[in-house]
């Protein structure tokens, strides 16, 4: 049997998608029928076997649509191995150490008994949407903080749990 994987995410500028894309990549390669979509087109989670769900961090929260696949899915989501990840840190930070779950996505992880989490680093350039990311960018505080070796890594291993899982 093939596990098909749905890899949803939430994003406002595109780099949470990056990285979602990248997670169903190294799942396509390690043996899993994986697919990334936006959170918001999302249907049903019926067809899937199991679901990894990514937002980016916007002010301590994760983006709406992410939060809102959750609450729309949560029954489904309960029943199925799901894992949880967060993009957002504008700085080193999540290479150097684990980065907890920001507390609405940790009581989401509760409720859904999610299998884990992890936060990467964020991306924000210029062109950015948003008034507040514009300002942070022309501030000097953006750039590309994403780390692929270590998504890869993660993405890896929820694979092997998958695979193990039968």
């Not at 093939?2 to 939430?10: D, E, F, H, I, Q």
């Amino acid at each position: 049997m093939t596990t098909k994987v749905l890899v949803a995410y939430g994003t406002t500028n595109g780099s949470t998608a990056e990285i979602a894309e990248a997670v169903a990549d190294i799942l396509r390669k390690e043996g899993l029928n994986s697919e990334a979509l936006p959170a918001g087109s999302v249907k049903s989670v019926a067809p899937y076997d199991a679901v990894i769900v990514g937002g980016g961090l916007y002010a301590g929260r994760w983006h709406k649509d992410a939060r809102r696949f959750l609450r729309r899915n949560r029954r489904e989501l309960a029943e199925l191995p799901l894992w949880l990840f967060s993009s957002g840190p504008l700085d080193p930070s999540a290479s150097e150490r684990d980065i907890p779950p920001v507390p609405g996505v940790k009581r989401d992880m509760q409720r859904l008994g999610a299998e884990g989490h992890v936060t990467f680093g964020g991306c924000l350039q210029e062109g950015a949407k948003g008034w507040v990311a514009r300002m942070i960018v022309k501030n000097g505080k953006g750039g590309d903080f994403r780390d692929f070796g270590q998504i890869e890594d993660w993405a890896r291993t929820v694979a092997d749990e998958l695979v193990a899982k039968g």
